[in-house]
């Protein structure tokens, strides 16, 4: 799965387990209409194994905690049930851990759906997936929700009121007896407590944390209202503007230059689609320049990379895009075998297909010598919008098809 793709269950009963290089505590919250908990039976983990409809499976720490959810057994009111992770040891981040969460058939086991959240830092928690009940239909949707103030964060998010222990009375003067510590509302795991007690609440929280920001992404979601948008490697933009999701005809400028004293260099910018599974559903380059029922197509081969302006285009109709296709990823080739320490330039840049205005643009300012790079990518999340990342990855490979695997795994 993709972010903010889902999925319909084939099962009442599913069990979700996250694995990871590190120990992770998992827990799942069940939320109302308005994602508030209802009370401290609502918030099921380690001290709290079991609840109405949704139970907690220890791993042992050789296998992955895991939350089991019977669907036919989820008390009316309760709307969703969303699967937390945070790594076991205080303060660790998920900078070079990729948990992934796998949703099951809890009868038996066979697989649903995985997911793994891309490009994780500085989160100390993540809501990773949520089952949900949508039209008398129960899903489950990709979400890899961060936040920077681990368990915390999340549980504030939620309506769960966070009570950290008491600090120790200050010392007197003189001789006396130490004050006893205050105890946390919820018993510390053996060995390895977590750093807040957390003490459901039927309260909204005052001031609920905010989730992290992507990598380089600074804080709060970028949008398109303050106009255009120069992106640095890995920040993302929201295509919103006035408050509205960007859904008409958009162009995919791609555009480079020989290097300084250079020869001429013939790149091939392509697109890559795929579904909610991270699936191949089709390739749209100078060989094929049109799919999925022309809603991207392409605007042909550059062969020399010489002249002002983008050197190929890619223009895809959002709003005629199947729903089925969740997930783009634009990228450029030298099919020649030229490396990209020999380009000048190159840049992605993504247009308004109506009014031709520059709306989004990417420089890629470092090079490595390979043949292939993922520009940036489209994701398509579960409100309606897309949200465009960039990227600038090299890949060894000469061809779009080539670049298929990598791109799906940076989705």
């Known amino acids: 799965m993709t972010p903010g793709s889902n999925i319909p269950l084939s099962a009442a009963r599913v069990t979700v387990d996250v694995a990871a290089p590190v120990r992770l505590d998992v827990s799942g919250l069940l939320l109302t209409a308005d994602g508030k908990v209802r009370s401290d039976d609502d918030f099921i983990f380690y001290n709290q194994p079991a609840g109405p409809g949704v139970t907690y499976r220890p791993g042992g720490g050789t296998a992955p905690d895991a939350i089991t959810v019977d669907t036919t057994a989820v008390p009316p009111g309760i709307e969703k049930i969303v699967v937390t992770a945070s790594p076991d040891a205080p303060g660790q981040t998920f900078q070079g851990i990729e948990p992934t969460a796998t949703v099951r058939n809890a009868d038996d086991q066979s697989v649903l759906a995985t997911f793994t959240p891309p490009r994780l830092g500085?989160?100390?928690?993540?809501?990773?997936?949520?089952?949900?009940?949508?039209?008398?239909?129960?899903k489950a949707r990709a979400v890899g929700q961060g936040y920077a103030n681990g368990l915390a964060g999340i549980a504030t998010d939620f309506g769960v009121t966070v009570e950290e222990p008491a600090p120790a009375a200050p010392q007197p003067a003189a001789p006396s007896q130490p004050a006893a510590p205050s105890q946390p509302v919820a018993p510390p795991r053996p060995a390895t407590p977590p750093p807040a007690a957390v003490r459901p609440s039927a309260a909204p929280a005052a001031s609920p944390a905010a989730p992290a920001a992507a990598p380089g992404a600074g804080t709060g979601k970028i949008n398109l209202d303050?106009?255009?948008?120069?992106?640095?490697?890995?920040?993302?933009?929201s295509l919103i503007k006035g408050g509205r999701p960007l859904l008409s005809q958009i162009r995919m400028g791609l555009g480079w230059e020989p290097a300084y004293r250079g020869k001429d260099i013939d790149l091939d910018a392509s697109v890559i689609a795929y579904g909610p599974q991270r699936n191949h559903i089709d390739s749209c380059y100078f060989g094929k320049l049109q799919i999925v029922n022309g809603a991207i197509r392409h605007s042909g081969d550059n062969l020399t990379g010489e002249g002002g302006g983008d050197d190929e285009v890619i223009t895809v109709d959002l709003g005629r895009l199947p729903?089925?296709?969740?997930g783009l990823v634009f990228t450029v080739n030298s099919f020649s075998g030229q490396k990209f320490t020999e380009v000048a330039?190159?840049?992605?840049?993504?247009?308004?297909?109506?009014?031709?205005?520059?709306?989004?643009?990417?420089?890629?300012?470092?090079?490595?010598?390979?043949?292939?790079?993922?520009?940036?990518?489209?994701?398509?999340?579960?409100?309606?919008?897309?949200?465009?990342?960039?990227?600038?990855?090299?890949?060894?490979?000469?061809?779009?098809?080539?670049?298929?695997k990598p791109a799906a795994q940076a989705l």
């Open 122 to 138: 500085s989160e100390t928690a993540l809501v990773i997936i949520e089952i949900y009940l949508r039209n008398g239909q129960w």
């Open 226 to 237: 303050k106009g255009r948008v120069s992106l640095q490697k890995n920040q993302t933009v």
């Open 323 to 326: 729903q089925e296709v969740t």
């Open 345 to 404: 330039k190159a840049y992605c840049r993504l247009l308004d297909g109506t009014t031709g205005e520059e709306l989004v643009r990417f420089d890629l300012t470092s090079a490595e010598p390979q043949t292939g790079v993922m520009m940036a990518k489209l994701i398509r999340q579960f409100s309606g919008e897309w949200e465009m990342t960039a990227m600038g990855d090299f890949v060894k490979s000469r061809t779009v098809r080539g670049m298929v």
